[in-house]
């Protein structure tokens, strides 16, 4: 504990000087003070041109991909239309990124097939996408596409006749106009056909991004003065907001946009590259030195990521998660540049570490094939920005990696994550209290995974498959089940009558699910770690309606490695709202008495119950009964479920869950439940293990590898408790459970 304190001091007080942005005035003169008065100045500048012609004619690489790009270019159709070019892109707008690529193989080539080429797509792109909106329909749910049209009007701007420049941009200009119109987009439809907008505090890559873009490009360009400096201000006004949120989500441990490591990992740290690389063109500065915070992503992924029985990275599923493999996908874009804004962050040892675990950078030609992918959000200009450590010089830092610490409290996220280790047959879980951000947040405030060789207490459900034909149909499996508390491992109370707030529409929401009516608003009261344990303790009362629920507090002790003591206090307002501990799993639980257990992959998981003294069990699942609730299933949509079984995936989404809840009517219930985790063909039978009372405490006496653990909780002051761990009559530690927050920052 005493020399993660020392770090922090040193780190915090680094974050509190580089952390304080300037005013909004001063980026602002800065940007006009220095955006160049000719084109291209978006992504490119004339100088940044010239140095990326020298490397696309000495270095391998970049100049196998530059001929791949002209190969590309070369075989779009002359007929320009959305079946012509069906396959030049993936998603609805299939004209603006090959519009951009012809116009980059123009730039680097300066053969003139390419520019008229690119101001031909152009053209069709800049008409559809008023078309688009015209006839109800959405361009996409991200922007990527559309800045990339915006670069090919930069880039081909002294290619452009006087008339094509005024037709092409003005129609530019009138649809990120309308684009910015986010209650028309909402009130129309649009949104919910794919249409997405996502404000400064979220992904932010819908067409809230657009802004700053359309300002650069048509900055005092005589199409529309005011529009373009209107643009250009809100676009920064915008991305300052985003970069600071951000930057105060992450802290000094780290983290993203939202605590969903599909998202923040994903599409959303592109739009941080995208500004961090346009605002280096204009003004020769590294901003992203500004938000430290940001640039600690890799560190939270890290203790996000579980290293599977296989090998493969894992994520523990929660948030937005699909849930079909639960694989964490690494985001080849952000580890590939990384060390063009952090160079100097200990973080790069973690993205090294990332590299070396992906397949995708075995070789690196693939890499920089990634490029000219028919993905949104690859621009051909990576093939100039890419630099990275390669894999195959890859040394595994052990020193590093043992030096970090078992566990770590992101305190803005609401996630604790815990690990014996970052090896195949380590153990992992993930305890969520205390979020800050609303953000793809779940109403699983208390909620926590396990996995030790595959998923066992697992986060349930699926995601609904927004731009799906028929998406709306997983609407009653989204708003019933999959976001709510139901669905995960905690505990709910049911106030007959209760009702839910649906989505898209109210009408959505229909099932009393018994849990809490708010995402956020969970506290962490205590949390620490060390070389033994980690201790965290929730109170969730607070999402709960206040009409039934008076207390609800979870004390959560991991004993490293596979020992796992959960204590919940539970008061509702009435006896007669009933309380449930939910434990959802992959297969069956076999039921022994106080025990049951079940195996997912090559793990195991075994609860033994100690309280309440007179506790009832259901088991709940199986075909027809997966997502059960207040007496009926909510399954996924019809479509959904033949594109899982035409594609074979098999879903880890949970099909069963055990319920347990106290025999009698009672206002106030305690849960004692004791967790042992293993390898299915080592773990046999569950360890001996004891209710144990002193005085005004109770807990669990357990022996494990010779050493024998008793861990206490106090029935009057919580949350308080004690643990102590002796082997052969010599006391190994005894510790008060802390009643605070283990200061800790990331390194």
């Given at each position: 504990?005493?020399?993660?304190?020392?770090?922090?001091?040193?780190?915090?007080?680094?974050?509190?000087?580089?952390?304080?942005?300037?005013?909004h005035d001063d980026y602002r003169d800065e940007i006009l003070a220095t955006?160049?008065?000719?084109?291209?100045?978006?992504?490119?500048?004339?100088?940044?041109?010239?140095?990326?012609?020298?490397d696309a004619r000495e270095k391998p690489l970049i100049r196998d991909g530059?001929?791949?790009?002209?190969?590309?270019?070369?075989?779009?159709?002359?007929?320009?239309?959305?079946?012509?070019?069906?396959?030049?892109?993936?998603?609805?707008?299939?004209?603006?990124?090959?519009?951009?690529?012809?116009?980059?193989?123009?730039?680097?080539?300066?053969?003139?097939?390419?520019?008229?080429?690119?101001?031909?797509?152009?053209?069709?792109?800049?008409?559809?996408?008023?078309?688009?909106?015209?006839?109800?329909?959405?361009?996409?749910?991200?922007?990527?596409?559309?800045?990339?049209?915006?670069?090919?009007?930069?880039?081909?701007?002294?290619?452009?006749?006087?008339?094509?420049?005024?037709?092409?941009?003005?129609?530019?200009?009138?649809?990120?106009?309308?684009?910015?119109?986010?209650?028309?987009?909402?009130?129309?439809?649009?949104?919910?056909?794919?249409?997405?907008?996502?404000?400064?505090?979220?992904?932010?890559?819908?067409?809230?991004?657009?802004?700053?873009?359309?300002?650069?490009?048509?900055?005092?360009?005589?199409?529309?003065?005011?529009?373009?400096?209107?643009?250009?201000?809100?676009?920064?006004?915008?991305?300052?907001?985003?970069?600071?949120?951000?930057?105060?989500?992450?802290?000094?441990?780290?983290?993203?946009?939202?605590?969903s490591p599909g998202y923040s990992f994903g599409d959303a740290v592109v739009?941080?590259?995208?500004?961090?690389?346009?605002?280096?063109?204009?003004?020769?500065?590294?901003?992203?030195?500004?938000?430290?915070?940001?640039?600690?992503?890799?560190?939270?992924?890290?203790?996000?990521?579980?290293?599977?029985?296989?090998?493969?990275?894992?994520?523990?599923?929660?948030?937005?998660?699909?849930?079909?493999?639960?694989?964490?996908?690494?985001?080849?874009?952000?580890?590939?540049?990384?060390?063009?804004?952090?160079?100097?962050?200990?973080?790069?040892?973690?993205?090294?570490?990332?590299?070396?675990?992906?397949?995708?950078?075995?070789?690196?030609?693939?890499?920089?094939?990634?490029?000219?992918?028919?993905?949104?959000?690859?621009?051909?200009?990576?093939?100039?920005?890419?630099?990275?450590?390669?894999?195959?010089?890859?040394?595994?830092?052990?020193?590093?990696?043992?030096?970090?610490?078992?566990?770590?409290?992101?305190?803005?996220?609401?996630?604790?994550?815990?690990?014996?280790?970052?090896?195949?047959?380590?153990?992992?879980?993930?305890?969520?209290?205390?979020?800050?951000?609303?953000?793809?947040?779940?109403?699983?405030?208390?909620?926590?995974?396990?996995?030790?060789?595959?998923?066992?207490?697992?986060?349930?459900?699926?995601?609904?498959?927004?731009?799906?034909?028929?998406?709306?149909?997983?609407?009653?499996?989204?708003?019933?089940?999959?976001?709510?508390?139901?669905?995960?491992?905690?505990?709910?109370?049911?106030?007959?009558?209760?009702?839910?707030?649906?989505?898209?529409?109210?009408?959505?929401?229909?099932?009393?699910?018994?849990?809490?009516?708010?995402?956020?608003?969970?506290?962490?009261?205590?949390?620490?770690?060390?070389?033994?344990?980690?201790?965290?303790?929730?109170?969730?009362?607070?999402?709960?309606?206040?009409?039934?629920?008076?207390?609800?507090?979870?004390?959560?002790?991991?004993?490293?490695?596979?020992?796992?003591?959960?204590?919940?206090?539970?008061?509702?307002?009435?006896?007669?709202?009933?309380?449930?501990?939910?434990?959802?799993?992959?297969?069956?639980?076999?039921?022994?008495?106080?025990?049951?257990?079940?195996?997912?992959?090559?793990?195991?998981?075994?609860?033994?119950?100690?309280?309440?003294?007179?506790?009832?069990?259901?088991?709940?699942?199986?075909?027809?009964?997966?997502?059960?609730?207040?007496?009926?299933?909510?399954?996924?949509?019809?479509?959904?479920?033949?594109?899982?079984?035409?594609?074979?995936?098999?879903?880890?989404?949970?099909?069963?869950?055990?319920?347990?809840?106290?025999?009698?009517?009672?206002?106030?219930?305690?849960?004692?439940?004791?967790?042992?985790?293993?390898?299915?063909?080592?773990?046999?039978?569950?360890?001996?293990?004891?209710?144990?009372?002193?005085?005004?405490?109770?807990?669990?006496?357990?022996?494990?590898?010779?050493?024998?653990?008793?861990?206490?909780?106090?029935?009057?002051?919580?949350?308080?408790?004690?643990?102590?761990?002796?082997?052969?009559?010599?006391?190994?530690?005894?510790?008060?459970?802390?009643?605070?927050?283990?200061?800790?920052?990331?390194?």
């Amino acid at each position: 504990m005493h020399f993660r304190t020392i770090l922090l001091s040193t780190t915090a007080l680094i974050f509190a000087v580089l952390a304080q942005a300037k005013p909004h005035d001063d980026y602002r003169d800065e940007i006009l003070a220095t955006m160049p008065a000719t084109h291209p100045r978006l992504f490119i500048t004339s100088g940044i041109l010239e140095r990326m012609k020298m490397d696309a004619r000495e270095k391998p690489l970049i100049r196998d991909g530059v001929n791949r790009l002209y190969e590309i270019v070369e075989g779009y159709p002359d007929v320009i239309n959305e079946e012509t070019y069906k396959t030049a892109f993936y998603g609805h707008d299939k004209f603006g990124d090959p519009a951009a690529r012809a116009a980059f193989a123009f730039l680097l080539s300066g053969k003139q097939a390419y520019a008229n080429k690119g101001i031909a797509i152009l053209e069709v792109a800049a008409q559809w996408y008023s078309w688009r909106y015209a006839e109800g329909k959405p361009v996409g749910w991200t922007s990527f596409s559309r800045v990339s049209a915006l670069c090919a009007y930069d880039w081909l701007y002294s290619q452009m006749t006087p008339e094509q420049r005024v037709t092409i941009g003005k129609e530019l200009i009138a649809h990120i106009k309308q684009s910015q119109d986010h209650q028309w987009i909402v009130e129309s439809g649009l949104q919910n056909k794919g249409e997405g907008t996502n404000r400064p505090t979220s992904s932010f890559y819908g067409t809230a991004m657009l802004p700053w873009y359309a300002g650069i490009v048509f900055y005092s360009d005589g199409l529309d003065d005011a529009f373009a400096l209107r643009m250009l201000d809100k676009g920064l006004k915008d991305y300052m907001t985003m970069l600071s949120h951000r930057n105060e989500m992450a802290g000094d441990d780290g983290g993203g946009a939202n605590s969903s490591p599909g998202y923040s990992f994903g599409d959303a740290v592109v739009t941080e590259w995208y500004f961090f690389y346009t605002w280096r063109a204009i003004t020769g500065r590294n901003i992203a030195e500004e938000f430290p915070g940001i640039g600690l992503l890799p560190h939270w992924v890290l203790y996000a990521a579980i290293v599977g029985a296989d090998g493969q990275l894992y994520e523990h599923g929660t948030g937005g998660s699909w849930h079909y493999s639960n694989k964490l996908t690494m985001n080849l874009r952000y580890l590939a540049q990384y060390k063009n804004f952090f160079p100097d962050s200990p973080c790069g040892k973690i993205v090294d570490y990332f590299i070396y675990r992906s397949e995708e950078f075995r070789d690196n030609a693939h890499v920089y094939a990634s490029p000219l992918w028919r993905h949104k959000g690859y621009l051909p200009l990576y093939l100039f920005f890419y630099n990275y450590s390669k894999a195959a010089d890859y040394k595994y830092d052990r020193h590093f990696f043992e030096k970090l610490p078992r566990a770590c409290l992101f305190e803005n996220l609401g996630q604790t994550y815990m690990n014996s280790g970052w090896e195949p047959g380590s153990t992992y879980a993930m305890f969520t209290c205390g979020a800050k951000s609303g953000s793809h947040k779940q109403h699983d405030e208390n909620h926590f995974v396990i996995y030790k060789g595959g998923f066992l207490a697992l986060d349930s459900g699926s995601r609904s498959a927004s731009g799906y034909k028929d998406w709306l149909d997983d609407m009653w499996h989204d708003s019933n089940y999959y976001c709510r508390s139901v669905a995960h491992n905690m505990v709910t109370i049911r106030m007959e009558g209760e009702k839910w707030q649906g989505w898209p529409d109210p009408e959505y929401a229909v099932a009393n699910n018994a849990g809490t009516y708010k995402t956020t608003g969970g506290i962490v009261r205590a949390f620490e770690t060390n070389r033994h344990y980690t201790y965290v303790a929730g109170d969730s009362t607070a999402c709960y309606r206040p009409e039934k629920a008076r207390k609800v507090l979870r004390q959560f002790v991991y004993i490293m490695p596979d020992l796992f003591v959960i204590y919940d206090t539970v008061e509702s307002v009435t006896p007669e709202q009933v309380k449930t501990w939910l434990l959802h799993s992959q297969n069956e639980p076999q039921v022994n008495g106080d025990t049951f257990s079940f195996d997912e992959n090559r793990g195991r998981l075994f609860c033994r119950t100690f309280l309440p003294r007179k506790w009832k069990r259901e088991t709940i699942g199986g075909a027809g009964k997966e997502f059960w609730v207040d007496g009926k299933n909510y399954p996924l949509g019809n479509t959904r479920l033949e594109e899982i079984k035409e594609k074979g995936i098999k879903p880890i989404w949970g099909n069963w869950r055990v319920e347990l809840r106290a025999e009698e009517p009672t206002a106030k219930v305690t849960f004692l439940n004791l967790i042992q985790v293993g390898m299915a063909d080592k773990l046999g039978k569950m360890v001996e293990s004891s209710y144990v009372r002193d005085g005004e405490r109770e807990g669990v006496k357990v022996t494990h590898d010779g050493v024998e653990y008793t861990v206490l909780f106090d029935t009057e002051d919580a949350p308080r408790g004690s643990i102590k761990a002796t082997s052969d009559a010599t006391e190994l530690f005894a510790n008060e459970l802390t009643k605070r927050i283990q200061e800790e920052a990331a390194f």
